[in-house]
T-cell receptor
Framework: NAGVTQTPKFQVLKTGQSMTLQCAQD?????MSWYRQDPGMGLRLIHY???????DQGEVPNGYNVSRSTTEDFPLRLLSAAPSQTSVYFC?????????????FGSGTQLSVL | GNSVTQMEGPVTLSEEAFLTINCTYT??????LFWYVQYPGEGLQLLLK?????DKGSNKGFEATYRKETTSFHLEKGSVQVSDSAVYFC??????????????FGKGTLLTVNP
């Protein structure tokens, strides 16, 4: 059982470049989300999705796009990278509703924008 | 809005020492409360949770009690080990309306346990 898989683990971009961070889960979770982790800031929610075809913004959505065409995949797109987007990015998923409130996290993508 | 405040780190302890990491929250309604742990180079893992007032979450020797009267969820462990060295995050999930699926995290507390 792979859980939540993120690729790549590390990435260096130049300002203005675009890229997609991949996230896939094999647990049939309806809810998926993207967080960024910055020193002294904790984790901040970028975007989330409660099912295929449904996405919504979190606290810090600017500069990022998402889509959810399948239950399994939830890619995060940086359209024009900026140094302020240097961060560690985590994808997380969970079952929708019920008493199971556990978020499953991927191992993260460390992104540097020069 | 919802917020979580946890004690500033880093916290450095010797093995077998007692650990407390303070966490207080602000939220509407009755949130669920969580502690997540992040070991070096890994993603976060759920450590324990509590879903209503006076509930005690526990796992791996760690405990935290949901105190509605003080809006707190302090993490404790009686005897820490070197393997407990990690970053600990307090978090809440509000139960009302559109924020139902969002977790709000504290800034994290780095714990280092020395042998």
């Amino acid at each position: 059982n792979a859980g939540v898989t993120q690729t790549p683990k590390f990435q260096v971009l130049k300002t203005g470049q675009s890229m997609t961070l991949q996230c896939a889960q094999d647990m049939n979770h309806e809810y998926m989300s993207w967080y960024r982790q910055d020193p002294g800031m904790g984790l901040r929610l970028i975007h989330y999705s409660v099912g295929a075809g449904i996405t919504d913004q979190g606290e810090v959505p600017n500069g990022y796009n998402v889509s959810r065409s399948t239950t399994e995949d939830f890619p995060l797109r940086l359209l024009s990278a900026a140094p302020s987007q240097t961060s560690v990015y985590f994808c997380a998923s969970r079952d929708r509703g019920g008493s199971n409130e556990k978020l499953f996290f991927g191992s993260g993508t460390q992104l540097s924008v020069l | 809005g919802n917020s979580v405040t946890q004690m500033e780190g880093p916290v450095t302890l010797s093995e077998e020492a007692f650990l407390t990491i303070n966490c207080t929250y602000t939220a509407t309604g009755y949130p669920s409360l969580f502690w997540y742990v992040q070991y070096p180079g890994e993603g976060l893992q759920l450590l324990l949770k509590a879903t209503k007032a006076d509930d005690k979450g526990s796992n791996k020797g760690f405990e935290a009690t949901y105190r509605k009267e003080t809006t707190s969820f302090h993490l404790e462990k009686g005897s820490v080990q070197v393997s407990d060295s990690a970053v600990y995050f307090c978090a809440l999930r509000a139960r009302s309306g559109g924020s139902n699926y969002k977790l709000t995290f504290g800034k994290g507390t780095l714990l280092t346990v020395n042998p």
